[in-house]
């Protein structure tokens, strides 16, 4: 009945829906953080106390400056409003401190950021058609995607209880996507470079962004078939797109060049001494990949094809940050990462290229590079997929069988980001902030598409409803088994390889669905 109220006020109901929201993130002020607290107070003092020359040098934390330079002065400039809450928190050599003062002011920071976040989505709103006319705000196309995005599940546990700044960041890629959708192709084009130079993980999608910048802006015209107009070139798109680029560029590292520190900021950027997969594994193939290869081991040590002395005990499972060697399958490098990406990526921008269709054809591609980067990237992180997840909520409003693509990568995305909150007081936080949103994303997707077909087969159903005795057997069962002291990862592995199976099974299905797509000849002439 409120939201129904909200419609008397016009655009009211966006302005309450970013209240509320920004209502909860207050309320979870209190709430467990993770090591990423202690992280972002590190490098407030870094930039804070030491000059330019020694930001990526300091070492007296383990957790070293690690993001581009935009985002070292984004925490210099927060160090100077930080110093009136709690100065202690600026000193470099105050390991682990949190006192009441630096933690209400890191939470608020990262609420008050959020703005960014919040006008994006404004921003992203207006860029959708509203040939899907509803009286009853609720069946709204634009409040749909307004609550999609706002209330985002994982994005609310990441950033206001695990504790990171993905909030403004993801502000910035969603003002950029709608800038381009707006056909203000340089103010995109500017707010990606700058957005690269604060967090490099956006390289993901870069390819997505440099195909169609130089198909939409660079080249001006397209045939009457669709086909590229290569007289309609202009060299002075083109320019003006290198210029952003570079003056971007410079302005990030021209200090550290000049400094000769480029190699060092590079070391730090790219860490590959990290190993394959992170403490927990991603959701991933490479999950996947490393299960086989368990299963396998332990298959080979019951036939006695393996010697069970030369293989190191949890080697893959003991929850480290390590480099490691697979047992039976092939072991990965840095370099096959980047080669499976590649080729991964490699169908969906041939995609954009040769069946253009217009921003949806754009976002289509950012999804399946977020996707493939998740799929086959090096020391992925599971909070990756929010890359893919937010992004496609702007596909899901439009189509039904995009819609059932992201019903199935959000919740199986949302629910591994389950680990990140291991404390027993989140539990019940998680729980119902994960079923408020996934209730919502399936009642008003299936009421925005209620003349089609359900947007899930049988077997689709079946596989999210299993992740519910997969959590009550994770946090429930298994602490009061005796397997919970001898094999500790074992609810971390079944999330992860379940989870992953997922998020391949919906890749997949966007890669069919993108493939096999028919342009109209009005697509065509656009």
């Known amino acids: 009945q409120g939201a129904r109220a909200m419609a008397a006020g016009g655009r009211g109901w966006f302005r309450t829906l970013a209240l509320g929201v920004s209502f909860l993130k207050c309320l979870l002020i209190p709430a467990y953080y993770s ?7 590190n490098w407030l003092a870094i930039t804070h106390n030491l000059p330019l020359s020694q930001w990526y040098y300091e070492e007296t934390s383990e957790w070293t400056l690690d993001y581009p330079p935009f985002f070292a002065w984004f925490e210099y400039a927060l160090s100077h409003i930080a110093k009136y809450f709690d100065p202690q928190m600026l000193v470099v050599e105050n390991l682990n401190y949190a006192s009441r003062a630096t933690i209400f002011f890191q939470r608020l920071s990262v609420i008050f950021t959020d703005t960014l976040f919040i006008y994006a989505v404004h921003e992203c709103c207006r860029c959708i058609n509203g040939k899907r006319a509803a009286k009853d705000i609720l069946e709204k196309p634009t409040f749909i ?28 890629l969603l003002l950029s996507i709608a800038r381009l959708c707006q056909k203000r192709y340089l103010e995109g084009a500017l707010l990606f470079a700058i957005l690269l130079h604060f967090k490099h993980i956006y390289m993901y999608v870069a390819p997505a962004y440099g195909v169609y910048l130089l ?48 190699p060092q900021v590079i070391s730090r950027l790219f860490p590959f001494k ?46 480290l940050v390590q480099e490691f060697q697979h047992t039976v399958l092939p072991s990965v490098t840095p370099l096959a990462t980047l080669i499976c990406t590649f080729i991964a990526i490699l169908p969906s921008v041939f995609c954009l290229w040769f069946k253009p269709q217009g921003p949806r054809g754009f976002l289509q591609c950012l999804v399946l590079c977020a996707l493939s980067s998740f799929m086959f990237g090096w020391h992925v992180h599971e909070k990756a997929i929010l890359l893919a997840i937010l992004p496609l909520s702007l596909l899901s409003i439009q189509r039904a069988k995009d819609a059932g693509i992201y019903l199935i990568l959000a919740t199986t995305g949302h629910f591994s ?18 079923l408020l949103f996934t209730v919502y994303s399936f009642s008003s997707l299936k009421s925005l598409f209620r003349r089609e077909k359900p947007l899930l087969n049988w077997l689709e159903t079946i596989y999210l409803i299993q992740l519910v005795p997969l959590e009550i057997f994770c946090e429930i069962i298994f602490p009061l088994t005796r397997w919970k002291q001898h094999f500790p990862f074992v609810p971390l592995l079944l999330t992860s390889v379940y989870c992953a199976l997922g998020i391949t099974y919906a890749w997949l299905k966007l890669y069919v669905s993108v493939l096999t797509e028919r342009i109209s000849v009005r697509q065509k002439a656009e």
């Open 417 to 434: 980001l389950f680990p990140l909150l291991f404390t027993l007081p989140e539990l019940p936080i998680k729980i119902l902030l994960m």
């Open 274 to 319: 990290r190993g394959l997969c992170h403490a927990y594994w991603a959701p991933n193939f490479w999950a996947l990949y490393n299960a086989m290869d368990k299963a396998l081991t332990i298959l080979g040590l019951k036939c006695n094809f393996l010697d069970g002395k030369k293989i190191p005990k949890a080697s893959m499972t003991g929850g």
């Open 215 to 262: 198909r939409s802006y660079c080249f001006t015209g397209n045939n009457a078939n669709g086909s590229l107009k290569w007289r309609s070139f202009s060299f002075l798109h083109i320019t003006l797109l290198g210029l952003i680029v570079c003056l971007v560029s410079a302005l990030s590292l021209g200090p550290f060049l000049v400094l000769g520190q480029l």
């Open 145 to 172: 995607l307004a609550v999609l995005l706002l209330w985002n599940f994982g994005l609310l546990i990441v950033d206001h209880i695990h504790f990171q700044y993905n909030g403004f960041l993801f502000g910035m």
């Open 35 to 41: 090591t990423d607290f202690e992280v972002h107070r």
